[in-house]
């Protein structure tokens, strides 16, 4: 993942000398494998309608707009998925503390707000490690700059403590 910004200059240098399509993907290795990631396609619809035939062999396109905006909302994801399971984390340290076994309290988590984390948290055949999380999360804060955002800059602290940086996010809880 980069950031939107890294988009625009890499835009600027390309001139119109090549064609930019800004397409992160949302998924993981298993998802990969299996031709199912979201492209988040951004860019001008006529370059987008002549590699969408490509693009949708990675599976589903979603079209997000001008350069730069596939992006961003791959920093909005990346940084929902981070901070939901930091929230995870903490609920679950809550439920040891006041006795909740630990599969009741993800079996309950899975039906409310939490849910999306929960089954990212207990899903096999991913890899997003604290690397790469801590990384996305610190192109948001840039993104930032200014703007109040604790629970970003909490999850962030979190992820800077990992002891395994190579570890999947999801062993934070």
């Known amino acids: 993942t980069i950031g939107p910004g890294a988009v625009h200059a890499l835009a600027q240098r390309l ?15 298993d998802a ?16 987008l309608d002549r590699v969408a035939p490509t693009l ?34 903490d609920t679950l340290r809550v439920a040891d503390a006041v006795g909740v076994d630990r599969e009741v309290a993800l079996d309950a988590l899975t039906a409310g707000p939490l849910g999306g984390a929960v089954a ?4 096999s055949g991913v890899s997003f490690s604290t690397a790469l999380a801590d990384k996305d999360l610190r192109l948001a804060l840039v993104e930032l700059a200014d703007r ?26």
Do not use: F, M, Y
Not at 56 to 67: A, D, I, Q, S, W
Not at 148 to 173: E, F, G, K, Y
């Open 56 to 89: 949708e062999t990675l599976g589903r396109v979603r079209r997000c707009g001008p350069l730069g905006a596939g992006t961003a909302l791959k920093l909005v994801l990346n940084t929902a998925l981070v901070t939901g399971l930091a929230a995870l984390a």
């Open 148 to 173: 109040p955002a604790p629970v970003v800059h909490a999850a962030a602290r979190v992820l800077d403590s990992a002891p395994d940086q190579n570890a999947d996010i999801a062993a934070l809880i």
């Open 32 to 47: 990969a494998r299996t031709g199912g990631l979201t492209v988040l396609a951004a860019g001008t619809d006529a370059v």
């Open 15 to 29: 001139a119109d000398r090549v064609d930019l399509v800004d397409a992160p993907v949302a998924g993981s290795v």
């Open 120 to 123: 990212r948290a207990t899903k």
